[in-house]
């Protein structure tokens, strides 16, 4: 029997070894089998049945096979989304049951494919358990003190189309079984998602005007708001970006390349001092009436004396030196500061390669702490998109939000940056190999402005209304 060379397409596994079986999987998952890659994730065989050492090694990587060999039967789950370690029932209507039955080269029995009927729990999520498919469970896997592939059903179903996985009856046989997850790629190394992972997004050129225009000319007045100026503060690690933002920002307005904040490559922050920002409209040059203040990107032993809580109450004055020591002696220094002084957004900039680094999220943590003190609002800008994922959004930065690698990023984000959701993560570009702003990056900024300062208007709005309420309080006690 004629088989192909799949070593470059399965990687690291001990059960897929034939290339018919790479054919029935990507039949499954309809895909040309040329283009299907597995990676071995996890596997029984090295890191036993234990699911904390799942959880380490497949948790946020995005699509996955789970596939296992009991008695010589072949048989597994796919799942379209990331595994987690939340404690929930997912949907994934992607998701679907199989086997294989390969018992040797020259003999294979016939497969099955058994899509999700709808129910809605797909997909269990625990850190006390492997991969689990399935109410009550179409294949249960290991984990919860329970016996691995102790409930395996061979009759009747839950969540999934299947009567049973098994030809000779159980395969509850955890001895003589190997389980392995697999990560599911592209052969080529591009993993693009045929549709958006975002919705309601859009790169035409008259929708990224429109989105472009409402940043620019926002007016907090109109909004109802008694400051003039919105204030957004931007804090991140040293080499961010946190100026390479405000640079594109500024280039947008002027449709020519800004150098306006210096920016470079380093093991220092440049930025040593917090500064303030000012905007002009693009066409118009009127003032904007919204401002970004650029603080000191943090280091090991910055932000430790409570800087970020004087310059989160609006206490220190614009050009203020961060690195030296801050008192209310500091120039400047307001000791009562206004609604109008205070941030009324907290921006992090956070840097793709630095999301799974435990140091870098820590601090975010911290700062992030602060704020949420304050009752100040955070969102996350996710920068430097381009180098992470180049295949897919280096080439085309209309593809943002069809790269899966991003897509596990954020998942990954969701729930260990601690904000609210994928909705307050979001993706930027600064300029770097462009000789001006394109229309797609300033969809991108925009976008990310315009949610800035929504959340600045919700602080704004509500800070005011409770200072009211406490004035109006005062008042009625003098009286």
């Known amino acids: 029997m004629h088989t192909r060379n799949i070593s470059r397409q399965v990687l690291g596994s001990s059960l897929v070894q034939w290339s018919s079986q790479v054919d029935v999987l990507a039949g499954f998952l309809n895909v040309p089998p040329q283009k299907l890659k597995l990676t071995v994730l996890s596997s029984s065989a090295v890191s036993g049945w234990e699911p904390s050492e799942f959880h380490a090694s497949c948790d946020h990587k995005g699509a996955t096979i789970t596939l296992i060999r009991c008695r010589q039967q072949y048989y597994g789950g796919f799942a379209s989304v990331s595994w987690t370690s939340q404690n929930q029932w997912l949907t994934d209507p992607k998701a679907f049951l199989f086997r294989l039955g390969f018992e040797s080269l020259q003999k294979r029995v016939t497969e099955g494919k058994f899509d999700s009927n709808g129910t809605r729990n797909d997909l269990f999520l625990h850190p006390n358990y492997g991969p689990t498919f399935g109410y009550k469970h179409d294949l249960f896997t290991f984990g919860g003190g329970q016996t691995p592939l102790s409930q395996v059903r061979s009759g009747g179903t839950t969540s999934f189309n299947v009567e049973s996985l098994f030809y000779n009856g159980s395969a509850r046989d955890a001895g003589n079984a190997t389980l392995e997850v697999l990560q599911v790629g592209t052969a080529n190394g591009v993993d693009e998602l045929e549709q958006s992972w975002l919705s309601g997004f859009s790169w035409a050129q008259e929708d990224a005007k429109k989105v472009q225009d409402k940043v620019f000319q926002y007016d907090p007045k109109q909004a109802g708001l008694s400051v003039p100026i919105i204030n957004?503060?931007?804090?991140?690690?040293?080499?961010?970006?946190?100026?390479?933002?405000?640079?594109?920002?500024?280039?947008?307005?002027?449709?020519?390349?800004?150098?306006?904040?210096?920016?470079?490559?380093?093991?220092?922050?440049?930025m040593r001092m917090l500064r303030k920002y000012t905007f002009t409209q693009p066409e118009t040059m009127k003032p904007v009436k919204w401002q970004m203040w650029d603080s000191m990107g943090w280091g090991v032993d910055d932000y430790k004396r409570g800087e970020l809580g004087f310059i989160l109450?609006?206490?220190?004055?614009?050009?203020?030196?961060?690195?030296?020591?801050?008192?209310?002696?500091?120039?400047?220094?307001?000791?009562?500061?206004?609604?109008?002084?205070?941030?009324?957004?907290?921006?992090?900039?956070?840097?793709?390669?630095?999301?799974?680094?435990?140091?870098?999220?820590?601090?975010?943590?911290?700062?992030?702490?602060?704020?949420?003190?304050?009752?100040?609002?955070?969102?996350?800008?996710?920068?430097?998109?381009?180098?992470?994922?180049?295949?897919?959004?280096?080439?085309?930065?209309?593809?943002?939000?069809?790269?899966?690698?991003?897509?596990?990023?954020?998942?990954?984000m969701e729930e260990t940056a601690g904000v609210g959701g994928r909705k307050d993560i979001l993706p930027v570009k600064s300029l770097s190999n462009e000789m001006g702003p394109t229309t797609e990056l300033s969809a991108l900024m925009c976008t990310a402005l315009e949610q800035a300062l929504y959340a600045a208007e919700d602080y704004a709005t509500e800070y005011g209304d409770r200072l009211a309420c406490n004035i109006a309080s005062e008042l009625s006690d003098s009286m």
Do not use: W
């Open 232 to 270: 957004i503060l931007l804090c991140g690690g040293v080499g961010a970006g946190k100026s390479s933002i405000i640079s594109t920002i500024d280039s947008i307005c002027q449709g020519r390349i800004s150098r306006r904040a210096p920016h470079g490559q380093g093991t220092g922050s440049l």
């Open 313 to 412: 109450d609006g206490n220190l004055p614009n050009k203020c030196d961060l690195a030296g020591s801050i008192s209310t002696r500091t120039e400047g220094f307001k000791v009562q500061p206004s609604l109008q002084d205070r941030v009324h957004c907290m921006v992090l900039v956070v840097p793709c390669n630095a999301a799974s680094d435990e140091a870098y999220m820590a601090r975010l943590h911290e700062m992030r702490q602060f704020a949420r003190d304050r009752e100040v609002p955070t969102l996350v800008f996710l920068s430097k998109i381009d180098t992470y994922d180049p295949d897919v959004i280096g080439n085309d930065l209309c593809k943002t939000y069809h790269s899966s690698r991003l897509l596990h990023l954020v998942e990954e």
